[in-house]
């Protein structure tokens, strides 16, 4: 094997191996970006839920009911505490 062949095994090996290098780093980058989204996302959605008693209020006025404010706070909390179940269970 001549020297400028030993050069070039040993350059491509070297170029090679940085691609390898950035394409695992970018890889390791993208599932951990998804992962920490992810996170953040159900964080949010935890705290701050979508679902409103306003909301729920427009709901039930447009199936046709007439519901007291009362009736409205008890659909909101179950429906609070059934999502935060249903977050303890995907955390176990």
């Known amino acids: 094997?001549?020297?400028?062949?030993?050069?070039?095994?040993?350059?491509?090996m070297t170029t090679f191996l940085w691609i390898l290098?950035?394409?695992?780093a970018l890889l390791g980058g993208l599932v951990?970006?998804?992962f920490i989204?992810?996170?953040q996302f159900e964080k949010e959605i935890g705290e701050h839920p979508r679902l409103t008693?306003?909301?729920i209020r427009e709901m039930m006025s447009q199936?046709?009911?007439k519901p007291s404010e009362a009736k409205i706070q008890q659909t909101y909390r179950n429906i609070i505490k059934q999502s935060k179940a249903a977050a303890t269970k995907a955390k176990k």
Do not use: D, I
């Not at 290098?21 to 695992?24: A, E, P, R």
């Open 37 to 39: 989204a992810r996170k």
């Open 32 to 34: 951990g970006g998804v």
């Open 53 to 55: 008693p306003e909301a």
């Open 63 to 65: 199936m046709g009911q």
């Open 1 to 12: 094997m001549s020297v400028v062949e030993k050069l070039r095994r040993k350059l491509f």
């Open 21 to 24: 290098l950035v394409l695992v």
